[in-house]
């Protein structure tokens, strides 16, 4: 999957290939197996080109990696803590992307949401 994420655009077996044998010996059919394991996984989808398939990630790196915090916090019996537990391991980058995370889902306030606020802050 780190391959198909990387180009982000639909991938062949033999472009696959071609990216890991720069880093190891792997043959063709390994790497066809995998790919079709993943198609049949859901995790990617294919299109026949000629003899072959190009093959494109569902979702991105980012959505796969939210569903897998998600399943695990899940599994949790105490959510908070699991939280907390979590929130101990993070790097100071990575509580800074967690701010800026939930300063950008966090919905302003409306005034609908304040019935007794005013445009000019006085609630009259």
């Not at 071609?18 to 066809?32: C, N």
């Given at each position: 999957m780190t391959r198909v994420w990387k180009w982000?655009?639909?991938v062949t077996v033999r472009?696959?290939?071609?990216?890991?044998?720069?880093?190891r010996s792997i043959a063709y059919t390994t790497v066809m197996t995998v790919l079709d394991n993943l198609h049949q996984k859901g995790w990617v989808r294919r299109?026949?080109?000629?003899?072959?398939?190009?093959y494109e990630a569902v979702s991105t790196r980012a959505a796969y990696a939210a569903a897998l915090m998600n399943e695990a916090w899940s599994q949790s019996d105490n959510a908070?803590?699991?939280l907390v537990a979590f929130f101990g391991m993070m790097s100071?980058?990575?509580r800074q992307a967690l701010t800026d995370a939930v300063r950008i889902v966090q919905l302003p306030e409306t005034s609908d949401e304040n019935p007794g606020s005013t445009?000019?802050?006085?609630?009259?």
């Amino acid at each position: 999957m780190t391959r198909v994420w990387k180009w982000n655009r639909p991938v062949t077996v033999r472009e696959v290939l071609e990216d890991l044998q720069k880093e190891r010996s792997i043959a063709y059919t390994t790497v066809m197996t995998v790919l079709d394991n993943l198609h049949q996984k859901g995790w990617v989808r294919r299109e026949a080109e000629g003899r072959a398939y190009r093959y494109e990630a569902v979702s991105t790196r980012a959505a796969y990696a939210a569903a897998l915090m998600n399943e695990a916090w899940s599994q949790s019996d105490n959510a908070a803590a699991a939280l907390v537990a979590f929130f101990g391991m993070m790097s100071e980058e990575q509580r800074q992307a967690l701010t800026d995370a939930v300063r950008i889902v966090q919905l302003p306030e409306t005034s609908d949401e304040n019935p007794g606020s005013t445009e000019d802050g006085t609630g009259r």
